[in-house]
């Protein structure tokens, strides 16, 4: 079983940055990929970005350029440094990880971005 504990989350101004954190745990032999979805609601949960166990990242268009992900394999650890945020990128964040065909999720922290 997997565990995810996401922290970061909290109220940011336009234009800061954030950093969020998920720690995988729990009993397992390896992760496949991780990473973060957010969702508002009236709207599609949508991928946010996501990382490989080699370290290739997608992103969606919408963050490109200014959120960025990345992995500590030892710790089982994925974080996304949010810069440059925009009230549009107020949502629940999820984390998720992939092991084989499993996906298991994060409760979702709020990022909040608002003058």
Known sequence: QVQ?????????????SLRLSCAASGSF?????MGWYRQTPGKE???VAAITNGG????????????TISRDNAKNTVYLQMNSLKPEDTAVYYCYARRD?????????LVTVSS
Do not use: H
């Open 4 to 16: 995810l504990v996401e922290s970061g989350g909290g109220l940011v101004q336009p234009g800061g």
């Open 101 to 109: 065909f499993v996906r298991y999720w994060g409760k979702g922290t």
């Open 56 to 67: 290739n990242t997608n992103y969606a268009d919408s963050v490109k350029g200014r959120f």
């Open 29 to 33: 032999f390896s992760i496949n990929d």
């Open 45 to 47: 949960r949508e991928l």
